[in-house]
């Protein structure tokens, strides 16, 4: 509220007005103001009488123009108090309503992949210690600060370029524990130079270490363990400076993976929010199901629309909203590469049969350059080009593994039994035949095509994608199957070839695997059709990023846990709080004015008078002309005569 006063205090004329002019002006009545106008008489009326009805009226004028003022100022005041329709601490930039596409999506800044740390926000930090590596994720989202009950969703934005991944994965010390703190410190050196000019508030960044399969693999002692001293080297603040609790670092479950994941995939869709307000069970009108294939694991989860689970459900529910019930299931040793290791161990077994060994040659190499001892048994790999040989070591044992000729139902009669549907024989009973592989309940897929019928993979079906160059990010089962039977005729030189032609980063990144593009593909094949019991019309939908965001299960994960942070109440004032506090904040103000006024007023009334010699009783003490009422002089008043002196 601004208040604005004009004092015009010159000589007028006589009948001429002075004026006070007051201005109210808002946000919310730009336009409204009232005028005063106060009388001033010249000083020729100025006897005390008229002096006294003059100050009179003014004060009427006065009390009249602050009580005017004063309503205006509160009523104003109050409708300006109302509570926002927007939070407390708008955003920058502020998040979409809860019923919009896509919550997360719809900021610029979520498209930008060198998106700036904006102020004032909350940040976290992620750390996915998978079974090849660890990633280091940073997340912010707006303050905790609501003033509605239950708190809206708070939604993690990131950047490409706030991730980072080193290597081995924290697995790999298992035999020294004591060395897995140290081996993270450029994690957080990494978090610290993304997080520059925020170090004050370092403390109040929460960072949570979420172990995945490779971790899962290990004995109880030797996980626990390397657990210990995860939590030691972040419960100090010298080598971690942000906020850290002794249940932040830990072996997430293989459904918690698998729920991170499907949350990302359908929060990312716009799926999942708009259909988690309330309170209850959600009753979605469409989701999609969530595939992720892992070094160490796999997992599957989706939305069965009419709620009949009888196994691996998973209640999820973000903050205090509805909770939604999931399928989910995680298989471990499942992933690519333990599948890997136990189709090794399926050969080396043969091997030890069949002693066919390389011989007592002291000098042999495989196809990667590698010495190969003499002596070594000898194993062939069907899902490996012709051409190729490598060797290995297992079980304090060596082998040499080659290249058979190229064929992909070769490959698939070697792979389809790492899925080990023999010991499915109980779940078939138990379940009336609703099982998938390795004994494990799971309900009919979803129809498709349909609202909840499509899939989407990540994590290591991204990575097949592109070794079979699919010509678009979803593909059925058919295609798949083609061009995966391409890919196995491939010999060795054939592969190598087709890596010259990538860019030099790629193709030295691309060099390690290309052996292996046959099994990976053929396995990830298997998994879904023979696994999962994908049909050849159904659609699996392959993406990295969805508007500029990496699809992970760390965005799920932290989604879940900001949601589960404390938050702020700012209760809004109700309408008569606000009116009877701008009532008594105005009587204040508008007193000050009026004293201001009123002796401005006076001050000047005094002066006019003097020029005009009127004393305090209303008579002049020095001669003058009487040219107005009452302007009769005191010496021409003695100098008539009395009837005496006639």
Not at 102 to 124: C, D, F, V, Y
Not at 443 to 451: E, I, K, V
Not at 637 to 643: F, G, R
Request: glycine fraction near 6%; charge should be positive.
């Amino acid at each position: 509220m601004l208040i604005r006063a004009h004092t015009f205090t010159r000589h007028r004329p006589s009948g001429r007005l002075g004026r006070f002019n007051f201005s109210s002006s808002n946000d919310l009545v730009p336009n409204a103001s009232v005028r005063i106008y106060i009388s001033f008489v010249s000083s020729s009326a100025s006897t005390p009488s008229t002096m006294h009805r003059l100050r009179s009226r003014e004060r009427k004028h006065y009390f009249s123009a602050s009580f005017a003022m004063l309503l205006l100022s509160t009523v104003a005041s109050a409708q300006q108090a109302q509570p926002p329709s927007t939070p407390i601490n708008p955003p920058d930039p502020p998040p979409p309503p809860p019923h919009t596409s896509s919550p997360a999506l719809n900021t610029e800044a979520s498209r930008k992949t060198n998106m700036k740390i904006t102020w004032p926000t909350q940040h976290g930090l992620i750390i996915d210690a998978g079974s090849t590596g660890s990633r280091m994720h940073v997340y912010q989202w707006d303050a905790r600060r609501f003033d509605t009950v239950p708190p809206p969703f708070s939604f993690p934005l990131t950047s490409n370029r706030w991730t980072n991944r080193l290597a081995p994965g924290i697995s790999a010390f298992a035999d020294c524990p004591q060395n897995v703190g140290t081996s993270l410190d450029s994690l957080i050196s990494f978090a610290r130079e993304v997080l520059a000019g925020k170090e004050h508030q370092f403390k109040y960044f929460p960072i949570y270490l979420k172990a995945t399969g490779g971790m899962r693999q290990l004995s109880p002692s030797k996980r626990e363990a390397i657990i210990d001293e995860v939590r030691k080297y972040m419960m100090n603040k010298t080598t971690c400076p942000f906020y850290f609790e002794h249940d932040f670092a830990r072996v997430v479950s293989g459904e918690e993976e698998g729920i991170y994941g499907w949350t990302a995939i359908n929060f990312l869709l716009g799926k999942l929010l708009p259909a988690s307000a309330g309170t209850g069970t959600v009753d979605a009108n469409s989701s999609v199901g969530a595939l992720d294939l892992g070094g160490a694991s796999a997992q599957i989860s989706f939305f069965v629309p009419d709620q009949d689970i009888l196994a691996n459900m998973f209640k999820l529910q973000i903050g205090a909203q509805k909770h939604w019930n999931v399928y989910v299931h995680s298989f471990l040793y499942f992933g690519i590469n333990s599948a890997r290791d136990r189709l090794h161990d399926t050969l080396t077994e043969e091997a030890q049969a069949n002693k066919d060994r390389t011989g007592k040659k002291k000098q042999v190499t495989d196809s990667m350059n590698a010495v190969v001892p003499s002596g070594s048994l000898r194993v062939t790999n069907p899902c490996l080009p012709k051409g190729y040989e490598e060797s290995f070591r297992h079980q304090g044992k060596d082998y040499v593994v080659e290249g058979a000729t190229g064929s992909f139902s070769l490959c698939m009669d070697r792979v389809v039994p790492l899925l080990r549907k023999d010991l499915n024989s109980w779940c078939n009973f138990a379940h009336n035949h609703q099982c998938s592989f390795a004994g494990v309940y799971q309900p009919d897929l979803p129809p498709a095509p349909g609202n909840f019928g499509e899939f989407y993979g990540f994590g290591t079906f991204k990575d097949i994608w592109k070794m079979l160059a699919m010509p678009d990010v979803k593909a059925n089962m058919s295609v798949y199957k083609e061009r995966t039977e391409a890919m196995c005729a491939l010999d060795w030189d054939a592969l190598q070839h087709m890596n010259k032609q990538k860019k030099k980063k790629k193709r030295e990144k691309s060099l390690p695997y290309l052996a292996h593009y046959c099994f990976v593909a053929a396995f990830g094949y298997a998994l879904l059709t023979e696994g999962y019991g994908f049909e050849a019309s159904r659609n699996l939908t392959v993406v990295s990023k969805i508007d500029g965001l990496k699809v992970t299960w760390a965005l799920g994960a932290m989604l879940y846990e900001i949601n589960a942070l404390p938050w702020e109440y700012a209760k809004p004032p109700t309408w008569i709080t606000a009116f009877i506090g701008s009532f008594l904040l105005n009587i204040l103000l508008f007193a000050g004015v009026i004293f201001f006024l009123r002796k401005s007023h006076l001050s000047a009334a005094a002066i006019i008078n003097r020029k005009r010699g009127i004393s305090s009783t209303g008579l002049g003490s020095s001669d003058r002309s009487s040219d107005g009422i009452g302007g009769v002089s005191r010496s021409s008043y003695q100098s008539i005569p009395t009837s005496s002196q006639v």
